[in-house]
DNA sequence: GCACTTAAGTAGCCACTGTCAACAATGTAG
DNA sequence: CTACATTGTTGACAGTGGCTACTTAAGTGC
């Protein structure tokens, strides 16, 4: 695996590979406490080295969680279906992907949310988490605009659709989303009853 | 506030006092991590006292989520209002106690839907969870049966619900819910969402 | 009074973390 | 080829935290 067996004194690329490491232990096991030294053992440098590119932990983290919510937006993206019939047709996919995200990467999907405690780093980070949001705000207007969803605050629709589709991925992850009690396919259930909500009647 | 200003060698009700410390702790900022040293301090006892109550650190975690579910539960059955004319006027203040014991007790919160990452107490630690489920549940079989609730199976009604007020309080707990992006009232707005979608079209 | 249990305090071990400072290797500009 | 900036290594410091003896105080039964 290691491509570089007598690794070279610079490592070249150090930087990216603290993040990918980083991400990688991130979406391993969920129960994992973040540390610099571990991370900096397991990318094969000595524990001091990610200071050469990180000034400390903190901005490490941001920037994890930055990077996190950039590569959610981008799955959102692609899970966008090209020409979808109905509303359910359009979000179903969208939600699937933003789902699988957080089942995939669950510790880097909990840090995403709970990061922006720093405040100084918060504004950039919300603006990221926002980016995201957007995606479901274009849908909303598009649907209003096309006569498929209720003409309602847009705000609103969308608290409720990022609000559902949050409360299930965090719930997915800490296990809750147990088949005796919430069936087995949530998501799909769910999604009946937020479509049916957000949709106009007479479609 | 000391009560015993010359604090006799045996506390007497210890075990209380620690877990309402610690309380107190995660209701106060949600930046807060937990270490039993300091809950001891604050309590004012030695820092090796707790072990006198609790065998370890996951022990006290535990017990203080399960006691979070339990006030969560007791809560929300407290807010139920008596005899709700519409299925909104029924789930509108239970949504507002859930969402405002939240973010009342961020880190509490937190860590009720995280602790269970240790599986031998996750059996019971869900027991509570899910208990808290079935107020929900109980809502919805009973609006089904009086006919003001879609007949859809329960499971993925539930699912919605729990799903969407749960990834509510979790963005508000981590000031997501900003008024630009989601209305000055995001949680009616959701719930009017909900209201149509689990609602009987005829009333 | 006296032994015994319980509940607290004191002291400390051990592991570990974030961070910094000093040093070494490597690349680069002139 | 030499001066310098980069990037990585080593080593250490200070602080913390969980946890474990041992010790001391306080209640209890006899």
Redesign the pocket.
């Known amino acids: 695996m290691q491509d570089t067996p007598s690794r070279?004194?610079?490592?070249?690329d150090?930087r990216r590979a603290i993040i990918e490491t980083a991400l990688d232990m991130l979406a391993e096991e969920k129960g994992w406490q973040?540390?610099?030294?571990?991370v900096a053992r397991r990318a094969g440098?000595?524990?001091?080295?990610p200071?050469?590119?990180f000034p400390?932990?903190?901005a490490l983290l941001a920037e994890l969680a930055m990077i996190g919510f950039d590569r959610l937006r981008e799955s959102l993206s692609a899970a966008k279906p090209e020409a979808p019939e109905t509303l359910r047709d359009e979000i179903t996919p969208i939600a699937r992907a933003y789902l699988a995200f957080g089942t995939e990467n669950p510790a880097l999907y909990r840090l995403m949310f709970s990061a922006e405690e720093g405040k100084a780093v918060g504004m950039h980070l919300n603006e990221r988490a926002l980016a995201v949001f957007d995606i479901l705000r274009e849908i909303l207007r598009l649907g209003q605009a096309a006569g498929s969803i209720r003409k309602r605050p847009i705000e609103g629709q969308a608290a409720a659709g990022w609000g559902l589709i949050h409360g299930l991925t965090m719930l997915a992850i800490d296990g809750l989303l147990v088949p005796e009690k919430v069936g087995s396919a949530p998501l799909d259930a769910a999604l009946s009853a937020l479509v049916e909500g957000l949709g106009s009647p007479a479609t």
């Open positions: 070279p004194y610079h490592h070249g150090l973040f540390t610099l030294r571990e440098v000595s524990h001091a080295a200071y050469k590119h400390d932990k903190a």
